[in-house]
């Protein structure tokens, strides 16, 4: 099955179940305004701009014309994906980071798709970064998805969210609506200022993979003998095994839930504060309400 079948049954479900209607939702326009696209005339009717009369058609015709204008509807949204060694992690005992990075890609660039508007991908890691530029269909998003999927190994170099933006910076000159996907949890002062560069281009959206909680009873697989053993904890930027005692120990699960708690409102404060919308992604299932909540997010911000 393909990225995006995944993807667009999911929704599928999703809709029917919970939120009929809403995948007729979409982003804030970039722009405001007129448009710039010359459709035809009508004749005057009394409200209509004056600035939009057609002074040599109403002569012409003997009657008052107004020009009508298309809005101008289609955007680029530009994925800027972190593909580091850190996003092959597993979220949890059943979703790994990747699988989450590319769904809610997914769903963000089916939703763009959609809306006949252009996807493209800049993806890295603290070595290398990579962009596809912008192109339209669902062929165009499957192969960006394909990209995604394939770049996020255990075997990649560390990654480097700062490094992935700062490329963006450079590369990507035009105005777009750039969707950042990540498992970082803390922004730093570097971060910081490359979002900052970036909001004065782009529409910024942030979207957060989540961690396993290392201290979650653990789960089993079956070994080489057909009986089930505790799943190994696994640093996998550190590439050792983490220790027994962390599993199972409820009053270390609830300070490491105050811990998340408390980095995820830091990450929601200075976010907030560079004007760049948020949400934090668990799982596929609350991937596709996460999202909208974003979006949400982003049409009021464009209001204020």
Same mark, same amino acid.
């Given at each position: ?191 910081? &200022? ?8 782009? &529409?910024? =959206? ?56 408390? &980095? ?6 200075? =976010? ?23 979006? &949400? ?8």
């Amino acid at each position: 099955m393909s990225h995006l079948t995944r993807v667009k049954t999911r929704l599928s479900i999703h809709a029917h179940r919970k939120v009929r209607g809403l995948l007729q939702g979409e982003y804030a326009a970039i722009q405001v305004g007129r448009g710039i696209d010359f459709n035809d005339l009508r004749e005057y009717v009394r409200g209509d701009d004056v600035k939009d009369i057609d002074w040599k058609a109403s002569a012409r015709s003997r009657m008052l014309l107004v020009r009508r204008y298309v809005a101008e509807r289609k955007h680029t949204v530009l994925f800027a994906v972190s593909t580091g060694r850190s996003m092959a992690a597993m979220n949890d005992a059943q979703v790994s980071k990747r699988e989450l990075a590319v769904f809610v890609t997914g769903v963000m660039g089916y939703l763009a798709v959609r809306h006949g508007d252009l996807v493209a991908l800049v993806h890295g890691d603290a070595r290398r970064q990579h962009a596809r530029p912008p192109d339209n269909g669902e062929l165009a998003l499957e192969r960006l998805l394909g990209r995604i999927h394939d770049a996020i190994s255990p075997d990649a170099p560390p990654s480097d969210l700062t490094a992935v933006l700062d490329y963006v910076a450079r590369a990507i000159r035009r105005r777009t609506i750039l969707v950042v996907v990540s498992d970082e949890t803390h922004v730093s002062d570097a971060l910081a &200022e490359s979002l900052r560069r970036l909001t004065a281009q782009h &529409e910024v =959206l942030f979207l957060t993979i989540g961690d396993l909680d290392p201290t979650l009873a653990a789960g089993s697989a079956v070994n080489g003998g057909g009986q089930r053993a505790p799943r190994r904890l696994v640093d996998v930027d550190a590439g050792t095994g983490g220790p027994s005692w962390l599993r199972g120990d409820t009053r270390l699960a609830q300070e490491y839930a105050a811990l998340v708690a408390g &980095e995820e409102t830091q990450l929601r404060k200075r =976010l907030d504060q560079l004007g760049v919308v948020h949400e934090r992604v668990r799982d596929t299932e609350s991937a596709i309400a996460a999202v909208f909540r974003v979006l &949400e997010r982003h049409r009021h911000a464009r209001r204020r």
